[in-house]
Nanobody, 122 residues
Framework: QVHVVESGGGLVQPGKSLRLSCAASGSIEAMSAMEWYRQAPGPGNLRELVAGITRGGGTNYGASVKGRFTISRDNAKNTMMLQMNSLQPEDTAVYCC??????????????WGQGTQVTVSS
């Protein structure tokens, strides 16, 4: 099995920074892309892609976070980070990590963490 765990969420004031981490562990043969998604509270709010990073380091960002958030990863440790600067109340959401991984002796699949809450409020 492959397990994905996020950490680093919390309550922060507008304009401040926060750093999220995502760690994949378990029976991992190989890993590919990793992504951060978020879902804001309230009915009708869909999960949106925040940022993604390939194994080779190629990145892409959602329009609302471009220029403020930076995604990175450590392939040796199967970890991914999200540096979030200039946080705004509209960034409040549960942030989830998704990892594409191949299990030892198994197939490729998408593995999700439980999420970490980020609240931006004064």
């Amino acid at each position: 099995q492959v397990h994905v765990v996020e950490s680093g969420g919390g309550l922060v004031q507008p304009g401040k920074s926060l750093r999220l981490s995502c760690a994949a562990s378990g029976s991992i043969e190989a890993m590919s892309a990793m992504e951060w998604y978020r879902q804001a509270p309230g009915p009708g709010n869909l999960r949106e892609l925040v940022a993604g990073i390939t194994r080779g380091g190629g990145t892409n960002y959602g329009a609302s976070v471009k220029g403020r958030f930076t995604i990175s990863r450590d392939n040796a440790k199967n970890t991914m980070m999200l540096q979030m600067n200039s946080l705004q109340p509209e960034d409040t959401a549960v942030y989830c990590c998704k990892a594409e991984a191949e299990e030892v002796g198994g197939a490729w699949g998408d593995y999700w963490g439980q999420g970490t809450q980020v609240t931006v409020s004064s």
